[in-house]
């Protein structure tokens, strides 16, 4: 990831596959940037390196739950998403990373 994102103004990224690897990562780095970070995991995951975070940057951070493989669950993620608007949106599991132009999901 360019280090001219992170240290552009801070905004909003939606991270799928939060729970560790990178997607952990980025979601940490973001979060000391000053971004504000909505992250995924599986449902039934359990507590996550991901929750570690919450404690620390409190009220930043919001962990959702998606399988990408389970399209019911994609689109209940995409319901109560609708109208949030992500600077940047990164699937781990997919491996992209999309920077919009702070477009409504
Ligand atoms: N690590 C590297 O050096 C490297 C290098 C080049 C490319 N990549 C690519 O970068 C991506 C991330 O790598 P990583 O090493 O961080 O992988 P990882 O440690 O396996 O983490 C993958 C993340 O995606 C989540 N995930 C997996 N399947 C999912 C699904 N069906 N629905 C929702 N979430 C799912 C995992 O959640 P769970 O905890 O529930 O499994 C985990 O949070 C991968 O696509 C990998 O191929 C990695």
Do not use: Y
């Amino acid at each position: 990831m360019s280090t001219n994102v992170l240290n552009t103004p801070s905004g909003t990224v939606l991270i799928v596959g939060a729970s560790r690897g990178l997607g952990h990562a980025m979601a940490a780095e973001f979060l000391r940037k000053g971004w504000n970070v909505v992250g995924t995991i599986r449902k039934g995951s359990g507590r996550t390196k991901l929750h570690d975070l919450t404690d620390e940057f409190e009220g930043r951070l919001e962990i959702e739950t998606v399988d990408i493989c389970e399209p019911d669950q994609v689109a209940a993620l995409r319901d109560r998403l609708s109208g949030r608007v992500f600077d940047i949106c990164s699937s781990m599991p997919a491996l992209a990373t999309t920077r919009l132009k702070r477009s409504p999901m």
